[in-house]
């Protein structure tokens, strides 16, 4: 395969799984519609009827109705082998999502910029709850490998993303990142939440926010805030190099000016 | 604005909506939940209760009983104002849709290196029944601007991509869209579906099709075809430059070269 630099699906022990809701076996008929499209997940894009029933404890012929509605209506779709993936009518109507593909179509610019300027990885990021999703990542092919899938989530104390994500969060959001037991993935991890707090602290001094080597030995995020017109943080951009390759404070230049022109294009109303 | 090259919208005339489902207000639950979500578009993101009621045709108390459900998951999320918008839940189920983002991710490096050395507008489209969908598009500031949006829908006859996408097509989807009545954009848009049959002939014979100012009077479109290991046509890719700025065979050449290496690795299972 000529190009592997993005790995399809990161390591499970890397990977943050969403939070699960709290959506029964037993509830209204639309939570179950939505259950069943929750089960699919990048590691398991492909499912057939019998695999569906069972991630989600529904009657197979529960199941079998109301896959008949999500099909007709273009939310999922079978392949040759008679397994479900989901369709592109709903990744249509996924795609208007403001908080992300808005985003994501306002920033293009700035992030090609930057990796054109680089020929780094530039990452977009958002939060949701205490997780953080990327909404968008560039990479060239003599960049170092990163763990990122665009709609795909990774530890929020861990990347420069999520550092910056988190220090600008409520209170509440904080004191849940911070009281999970951390995954230590390399001698650099920082698992310590008095030790977090302190960098969260510096992040909104500084204004910026440094992940080394937290996620793999070779990496190195360095990741500011993109601002809404009100002041509030409605998404972070980062620069991953390698260890090493270039000085923390040229990066963070780099990276300020960029996430503070997508900020400047996001207080313009869309016409 | 500073970046202005991508219209959020193209003009009305120029788009074409989804072809409506048959879901009526009186079908099953699911069935009006999913009508729910269809009505948001690009051109009406945000909406309201009434709005959502109207749109719909059904009754307020139950929107408003179906939405809570949809809030409960993250399909929807509502803004400051009150008003629902697609949420970043549904997006990211959306983002697992192997059709299109399953094929993004892994035809993204060789869109880059195909905008990187041309400084053109480079596109990636899935066909969906006779319609074209965008699944990516890469553009540089100093590209031609084109009215294309990621999720968005332009005529099929009228693009590189559509006319690829409309020649590996079944018979029947081929009738479909050259029976509607095409609509003329410039005085070189082909409306004839004689003349159009002949074009679809040519695109199979020569593996690649060009649109020549038939959207625009600046714009030239050259676009190929990406095969699955089974032969079967699952995009096509297109470069948008400036009517004249480059001579038809080279551009041939370069998409060509782009949409192989895109097969090769469409043909790699993933891992």
Known sequence: MPHSRIPEAAPAGLRQQPQPRLVTGTGPVIGRALQILGTFTAQHPLLSLSELARKTGLPVSTVHRML??????????????????????????????????????????????LAALTRENVQLAVREESEIVFVERIGSSSAVPTLTRVGGRLAITATGVGLVL??????????????????????????????????????????????????????????????????????AVSLVVRHGSMPVGALADLVRTSSRAISRVLHTPIS
């Open 166 to 235: 988190l220090a600008h969060a409520p209170a509440h959001v904080q004191d849940a990142a911070l009281a999970r037991r951390i995954q230590r993935h390399t001698p650099f991890t920082l698992t310590d939440s008095g030790q977090l707090r302190r960098v969260l602290a510096q992040v909104r001094t500084c204004g910026y926010a440094v992940s080394d080597r937290q996620l793999s030995a070779d990496t190195l995020s360095v990741a500011a805030p993109v601002t809404t017109a009100a002041g509030e943080v409605a998404a």
């Open 68 to 113: 008949g509605e999500l099909l007709a209506w273009g939310a999922l779709e079978r392949d040759e082998h008679g397994r479900y993936r989901v369709g592109l009518r709903l990744w249509e109507v996924g795609s208007l999502a403001p908080r992300t593909q808005g985003l994501r179509e306002r920033a293009l610019p700035y992030l090609e910029d």
